[in-house]
């Protein structure tokens, strides 16, 4: 893969510790599809999508428990309901 749409993350050490993957993509749902940007994280867990746009190509349901994602601010999250 060439170097275009690279991010690279690097550590408060310095040390590069993933690389990111920004590339357009169609992702599709019960309702539709929709044309955006994703970003890929080699080293990522879980995948997660803007609520506006899984609203738009599927129908929501509830999680059984919320997962809560540390965001790359330090100290600040995000809880996934749906």
Request: proline letters at 6%; charged letters at 20%; glycine letters at 8%.
């Amino acid at each position: 893969m060439n170097q275009q749409g690279r991010i690279p993350c690097i550590n408060k050490q310095g040390t590069l510790i993933m690389s990111l993957v920004e590339l357009p993509c169609i992702p599709v749902g019960s309702r539709g599809r929709a044309s955006t940007v994703c970003l890929f994280d080699s080293g990522a867990s879980y995948s997660v999508i803007r609520r506006a746009t899984a609203e738009r190509i599927a129908r929501l349901e509830p999680l059984s428990e919320p997962f809560v994602f540390e965001t790359a601010a330090e100290g600040e999250f995000i809880t996934a309901e749906y």
